[in-house]
């Protein structure tokens, strides 16, 4: 490499002196916005009370049904939304840009919306709920209508994970199994989806961290019944009219799943391997 090239690279790696204050003044108090209420958060939890009202018995059911609901819907995403992100990835077909337009929407649909779309295609009167109903198999308002919005809800993040993940794997790989006269359901699962793993774990972890914090498509589409359908996000939310205190721990484990599941994804998003 010339001297030209090196002074040209070294010039584009550091840019040499003080950040201008029209820049730095700004992304400081777009920091401060960002950070001020998680500290607000910490500064106000009661430290000294915690573990005891971590075990009440309603903090605790509201803690095991969220975990519970989360991880059957993260199942639900990974068994249905995988499939589909290999059907965008590799099947040209008319209308795949509609298709991916439509699995993204509950992303950007208010998931009050959600939930009242939800009861119209799966509640007792609903297109698939009134012949569910007639075979005595009721969604809304239980614990199946819990994990069904989360469903609804975090599948669209699988979904873009794993299909730009499919995306950028290299069909070299398929078409060689092709040749050595491996099946298309062969090569998928000996090559095609070891090469968009990395992609599916960073997909799973968002839809368990996106169903774990759902709310507006739970509470409108299966209720808020302690024990039976009363997530922690619900739980907080009826915590601040009664004890202001448990609505800050509840919250306080919210964060620290937040910060996991933050930490889980750190090297995906680095790009470390």
């Known amino acids: 490499m010339s001297a030209p090239d090196t002074a040209h690279d070294t010039a584009r790696d550091t840019v040499p002196g003080r950040p201008p204050l029209v820049l730095v003044l700004p992304a400081l108090a777009g920091l401060a916005f960002l950070v001020l209420p998680l500290a607000g958060l910490l500064v106000r939890a009661?430290?000294?009370?915690?573990?005891?009202?971590?075990?009440?018995?309603?903090?605790?059911?509201?803690?095991?049904?969220?975990?519970?609901?989360?991880?059957?819907?993260?199942?639900?995403?990974?068994?249905?939304?995988?499939?589909?992100?290999?059907?965008?990835?590799?099947?040209?077909?008319?209308?795949?840009r509609l298709v991916r337009a439509l699995v993204t929407v509950p992303l950007v649909l208010p998931p009050v919306v959600g939930g009242v779309a939800l009861l119209l295609a799966a509640g007792r009167r609903g297109i698939v709920g009134g012949p569910l109903e007639s075979l005595g198999i009721t969604l809304p308002f239980t614990t199946a209508g819990v994990v069904l919005a989360q469903t609804f809800v975090a599948m669209p993040f699988l979904v873009i994970s794993v299909e730009g993940a499919l995306r950028a794997a290299d069909l070299r790989y398929e078409e060689a199994a092709a040749t050595l006269g491996a099946t298309r359901w062969t090569a998928f699962r000996r090559v095609t989806l070891p090469l968009a793993a990395p992609g599916v774990a960073a997909g799973a972890v968002l839809c368990w961290a996106r169903a774990l914090g759902e709310f507006g498509a739970t509470i409108t589409f299966a209720g808020n019944f302690p024990g039976e359908t009363q997530t922690m996000p619900l739980a907080v939310y009826l915590a601040l009219e009664t004890d202001p205190q448990a609505a800050i721990v509840l919250s306080l484990v919210m964060l620290a799943v937040s910060v996991v599941v933050l930490a889980a994804l750190r090297d995906r998003w680095t790009g470390a391997s």
Do not use: I
């Open 46 to 96: 009661p430290w000294s009370t915690l573990g005891t009202r971590l075990a009440r018995p309603e903090v605790l059911d509201a803690l095991r049904l969220s975990l519970v609901t989360a991880t059957a819907a993260t199942v639900l995403c990974v068994l249905f939304g995988v499939p589909l992100a290999w059907t965008l990835a590799r099947v040209p077909f008319p209308g795949v």
